[in-house]
């Protein structure tokens, strides 16, 4: 079956780059995800790209898809305190149900 | 603005009662879902429902079930609530024909005594 994988925990000094990185096994995937979860609170969508592109910008967020290695990742560039929470890879394919990677923890230390 | 809305953050009950989870999304999307997060396992899929009175299992469904009689509701339901059903639980919907983001609510943080 379909599979996601990513470390459990980043630490990072605040102003920093963060790269968290996850990696698939479903070659047929469209939509590659990050989600973020704040304390306490559910996921949100942070960003998305379709499995036909290599990188996304959007503002501090750098996604990098290198889809021969099955291979994610996302860089958030001058990382703050507030960047601090739980990142979740997820992917879909031919099923409209994403499958989540366990998350990753981002601690931000001043 | 998107909504999903969970009926409680913090419940706790008693081993053996009946425990009902509701959650309500207003964005009159189809597909409505049920995941349990628990540290270090991430998000598990409980249920998941594509229309009214349709569901399907997902990787865990065993001592869960759930409803949907109304295209806005999804309520999840522990028969006999065991300590082992302590956990986080996440509600999710997600449009048929927009993609596939889903929208979460806040979470239900059940603790079972």
């Known amino acids: 079956g379909e599979d996601v994988e990513q470390s459990l925990f980043l630490s990072v000094r605040e102003g920093d780059s963060s790269v968290i990185n996850c990696t698939y096994t479903?070659?047929?995937?469209?939509?590659l995800y990050w989600y973020k979860q704040e304390p306490g609170a559910g996921l949100q969508l942070l960003t998305y790209i379709f499995s036909n592109m290599d990188m996304k910008q959007d503002q501090r967020l750098t996604v990098l898809l290198n889809k021969k290695d099955k291979h994610l990742s996302l860089r958030i560039a001058d990382t703050q305190t507030g960047d601090s929470a739980i990142y979740f890879c997820a992917e879909g394919g031919g099923s409209y149900i994403p499958t989540f990677g366990r998350g990753t923890s981002l601690i931000v230390h001043p | 603005d998107v909504k999903v809305t969970q009926s409680s953050r913090y419940l706790v009950k008693r081993t053996g009662e009946k425990v009902f989870l509701e959650c309500v999304q207003d964005?009159?999307?189809?597909?409505m879902f049920w995941y349990r997060q628990d540290p270090g396992l991430g998000l598990r899929l409980i249920y998941f429902?594509?229309?009214?009175?349709?569901?399907e299992k997902g990787d865990i469904p065993e001592g869960y079930s759930v409803s949907r009689e109304k295209k806005e509701r999804f309520s999840l339901i522990l028969e006999s609530a065991s300590t082992n059903q302590t956990s986080m639980y996440l509600c999710a919907s997600l449009a048929g024909n927009r993609g596939y983001e889903q929208y979460f609510g806040p979470g239900t943080r059940l603790t079972v005594t």
């Open positions: 964005m009159d999307h189809e597909n």
């Open positions: 479903d070659s047929s995937s469209t939509y």
């Open positions: 429902s594509y229309d009214v009175k349709m569901k």
